[in-house]
């Protein structure tokens, strides 16, 4: 049975890189029906906090991240790391010194076969003898990692580029205390645009960041797992069950993933058009109350509200677009740009008023009945349509662009319009 895990540190933000790496973890149990775990690696007690494995747990749960085992943490284990450090030492292949327990690199050469990355071998000699124990009697990671990974029946280390170099003294470790080693998997580092690794002078590296701006946990998870994996499908959206099934470390890529924002951007546009309003209705419900269009959850017309959705979101990158985007649906009065109420509606005062008389007569104000209105109106006063849509979608919007204009006016309702339309006519 496979058993993996994710092993955070908790020192920080989880990042797309640590969330990419949890991704393919879990990923690779639910194609295998093995079992997830997550482990948290708290034996740092100088740069472990609480709060951050409170972030790191509530990235993985916004992404969908299931684990089945723990959270186990470190520092409820080190009685074990000390007993096995102390046995390595009682056998002689380790040592004490200055209150620290350290294990005695044996001569020779370590070779493992990487999934990712084929025979990685090494000469011992080019090692240091690795601390188990500091003298202070927290575990060291190189030490604490293999003990939890017998412990905790881990199959394969699937983790970051970064601890290949790590992997051989680990093996050290196995075959010091008779233990199997696991099958190892480096995944490729995640780059900036410019190649380098992806870091803050990159933009935002942090999954609550990615949140924030708005984008949907599906789609960060499709674009997550296409970050090095290839499914060697042209085609980029995956549904959970299809990554599930069509996973495998094998098609991990070598070369380092560039993150790219225009690509998740529009992968997040392609979630946001496919979701249901209503659905869309909870996930943009807190960006509208941020920027205090919803002051009170009692007077929230739900229906209303799923109209503006389902009108506004067919070009939306993020929520926050989304939030955006239907200001004028949400804000008692629209906000208007004073050059473009020159430009656009000083000397059509009559004109409007007229519009606003002409809208009374409409019943139902369904959108058909609102363009044959206004069709109706541009003939008998010798205008172009268009011309006074224009007008109209100012008025009532504040915007040069909106949605159709007809089933704006539809959706905001036959009173909001008329309104707004009148607010610039002569009275
Ligand atoms: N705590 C380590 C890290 O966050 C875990 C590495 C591993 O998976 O072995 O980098």
New binding site residues.
Partial sequence: MVRVRF???PTGALHVG?ARTALFNWLFARNKKGVFILRI?DSDFQRSTKEAEKTIIEGLSWLGLNWDEGPYRQSERLDVYRKYAEKIVQEGKGYEENGALIFKIPPGETTFNDIVWGEIKIKNETLKDIVMIKSDGTPT?NFA?VIDDHDMGITH?I??ED?IANTPKQILIYQALGWEVPKFAHLPMILGPDKSKLSKRHGATSVAEYKNMGFLPEAFFNYLALLGWSPGIDREIFSREELIELFSLERVIKRGAVFDIKKLEWMNAQYIKKTPAEKLYDLVLPFWKERGWITSEENIDKEYLIKVIELVKERCKTLVELANFSDYFLQKEPTYDKILVEQEIRGKEKLLSEVSEALEGVNPFSSVNIEDCLKNFAEIKGLKLKDIAQTVRIAISGKKVTPPLFEVMETLGKERVIERIKRWGIV
């Fill in positions: 092993a955070p540190s640590g690696e990671y990692v280390v983790r970051g601890h």
